[in-house]
């Protein structure tokens, strides 16, 4: 390991230069955890109040489960047609809503598969629906997959498809479906899904039109550390590109993999899980990468309470959202519930201050 050069690395941090792809990858495999904590730490506390984490209520609610990408790392989706396919009905998002409300949330996680029968007049027709009986609900809906997915079907442009949407009550562009930004991976885990460059343009539409937008990754399956590097890197220029009184993406979620009954992990046994060290030296990284990005998810749902405390001071500046349904990581394996008070005893216990939010990362007291 040599000092003098992650020394410097850390002094350009310090002083709000952006690091290289090369210098990332030299912290990831060389310098001690405890160190690149605290120099993500010290960017979190520059870029977001050091007194508070925030956390949201929300609910994750799928369209329906019929969805022709069928990627090897999920086991919630079926074939369009499967006898156990489903679409939400109105009679169910209203009793989803009314929950949602009496627990003192507003918005829905809106997502759910791509089905073939299901085109951009179904999914206006539906936000419509929703605002018109219930316009206090916020929509953060679909994500870059879904738009390409729809442009396509509808021969229309991205910006037209994210128009129409927006015009329809969608209020927020979640940044599902990233996986990894690399088109060798995504051609191995999710070959009929968006490739990586249509995601990203996705987005760049998204900002340039002034939606708020969040970024994910999910990582710990057939990717190299140069892939999640290349990953945070991508993501960063397009942040860059965003109009400056944009909010571009207010965020990035890092999470593992969960494998359980994966076709995956049956395809490639190899993958081992993602240790907590490896978590957390991977939300460090991505505070230090993404200086142009202001906030910072742990998913508490995914690593467990005691990781994503740890997170707070190697980075994270947010737990996310109370768990009041969730179906897709679940079917991987996670057996976790999330509730309200487990959420701010974990952000009081760390030595912060629970502030609630929005999608938007604003503070609701």
């Known amino acids: 390991m040599d000092t003098n050069k992650i020394q410097h690395i850390y002094d350009k941090i310090a002083q709000g230069v952006t690091i290289s792809r090369e210098e990332a990858a030299v912290l990831y ?3 001690p955890l405890t160190e690149i904590m605290q120099s993500a ?5 520059e870029k977001t109040n050091p007194a508070y ?5 929300d609910r994750n609610v799928n369209i ?5 990408s069928q990627c090897d790392f999920c086991n919630f989706c079926v074939k ?7 679409i939400t009905t109105m009679v169910q998002y209203r009793e989803k809503i009314t929950k949602l409300f009496e627990l003192g949330g507003n918005q829905f996680l809106l997502q759910g598969g791509m089905h073939p029968k299901l085109g951009l007049s179904f999914y206006t027709k539906l936000f419509n629906d929703l605002k018109t009986e219930f316009p206090e609900l916020k929509l953060h809906a679909l994500g870059p997959a879904e738009v390409h997915f729809l442009a396509q079907k509808a021969k229309l442009s991205y910006r037209r498809v994210l128009e129409e949407l927006t015009q329809a009550g969608m209020d927020s562009l ?6 990894i930004l690399t088109d060798r991976v995504r051609n191995l885990i999710s070959p009929r899904k968006c490739n990586s460059q249509q995601w990203l343009d996705v987005m760049r539409e998204a900002h340039q039109m002034g939606l708020v937008t969040s970024a994910t990754m999910m990582f710990g399956h057939v990717e190299t550390i140069e892939e999640r590097i290349e990953h945070l890197f991508r993501l960063r220029e397009v942040q860059a590109q965003k109009p400056s009184d944009a909010p571009g993406f207010v965020t990035f979620i890092p999470w593992p993999f969960m494998s359980e009954n994966t076709l995956l992990i049956k395809q490639h046994p190899e993958i081992k899980p993602v240790l907590s060290a490896e978590y957390i030296r991977m939300v460090a990284l991505s505070r230090i990468v993404l200086d142009n990005i ?8 995914t690593v467990g309470k005691d990781i994503a405390q740890t997170c707070l001071l190697a980075g994270a500046n947010d737990l996310g959202s109370i768990m009041i349904e969730e179906n897709v990581v679940s079917s991987a394996g996670v057996k976790r519930n999330i509730e309200k008070n487990m959420l701010t005893e974990a952000i009081r216990n760390a030595g912060f201050n629970p502030r609630i939010r929005n999608q938007a990362y604003e503070f609701i007291d």
């Open 53 to 57: 984490v925030g956390w949201i209520i």
């Open 29 to 31: 495999h060389t310098a």
């Open 174 to 179: 979640p940044g599902a479906g990233a996986e």
């Open 64 to 68: 329906t489960n019929g969805c022709f």
């Open 294 to 301: 202001p906030n910072l998810q742990a998913s508490l749902l």
């Open 80 to 86: 369009p047609g499967d006898a156990n396919e489903f």
């Open 41 to 45: 730490h010290n960017k979190r506390n």
